[in-house]
Structure formats: structure tokens, C-alpha cells
């Protein structure tokens, strides 16, 4: 068998599967990006509660919020101050992160994949020009 014709289908496979993988990936990365929701900056107080764990509260758009406390915001405190995010629509969603980081490595492997993809037309066209 010709090495050239035996190159060209290995790269129409991986084509294929390198583009496929990337549309699937991207998506997800899309769908995850729109359930993550709108986080939007806070400054909250920190509240230990005798006995308990403690909780955080801030004032939103909406009104006075309270959340569990957790270590990481514990940690991340400046004195009895943490800037943190909310997430709007909700009552208690806390984070330190504006943004979630499964959006970003859903979209980073969906570029991997999509540049092998594309990679691979390159070698499938050289192949298909070397056979003639």
C-alpha cells in the first residue's frame, strides 16, 4: 500500500474526530458558560456566630444577603472584610472567582481539538497533491 494514501486516511480520520470533539467541546463550553449565570463584585462582613460556623453578609440590589462561611473565604478574609462575587438571582451563591474555570478548559480543549482537526486537513490535502 502506498505510504501516502495510508497517511491521507489516518488524517481524514483524525479530520473528522478532531472537528467533531471540537463542536462538542465548544458547546459544552457555551452551555457551561450560560448556566454559570452573572457574578458580580461584593464586599461582605464576616459574622462568627458562637458555636457555629460562622456566615458572611453583604447588601445586594435586592436587599441583605447572608451565606454559610466557608474556610476558603475565611482564609481569603481582610480582617473582617472579603471581597468576593454573588451570583445574581440567588440568595446565597458565594465565590472568591468571577469566573468559573469549566467554561475556560472546555473552550481550551475544544481549541486543542479543533486545531488537530484542522491540522490534519493540511496533511490530508498534502497527501491527496503527493499521489497525484
Known amino acids: 500500500m502506498n505510504p501516502a494514501l495510508l497517511v491521507g486516511a489516518v488524517a481524514e480520520i483524525l479530520t473528522w474526530v478532531g472537528l467533531g470533539a471540537a463542536a462538542v467541546f465548544g ?9 454559570d449565570g452573572t457574578w458580580v463584585p461584593i464586599r461582605a462582613v464576616l459574622l462568627d456566630d458562637v458555636g457555629q460556623q460562622g456566615s458572611l453578609r453583604w447588601f445586594g440590589d435586592d436587599g441583605v444577603h447572608t451565606a454559610p462561611l466557608t474556610d476558603e473565604l475565611r482564609e481569603a478574609a481582610d480582617g473582617d472584610e472579603v471581597d468576593a462575587f454573588h451570583r445574581v438571582g440567588s440568595a446565597s ?12 478548559l472546555l473552550g ?3 481549541l486543542a481539538c479543533g486545531g488537530v482537526g484542522v491540522l490534519a486537513v493540511v496533511v490530508q490535502v498534502v497527501a491527496m497533491v503527493t499521489t497525484g
Open 27 to 35: 458547546a459544552g463550553a457555551l452551555v457551561a458558560k450560560l448556566a
Open 93 to 104: 451563591d458565594v465565590r472568591l472567582h468571577h469566573r468559573s474555570p469549566l467554561p475556560r
Open 108 to 110: 481550551g480543549v475544544a
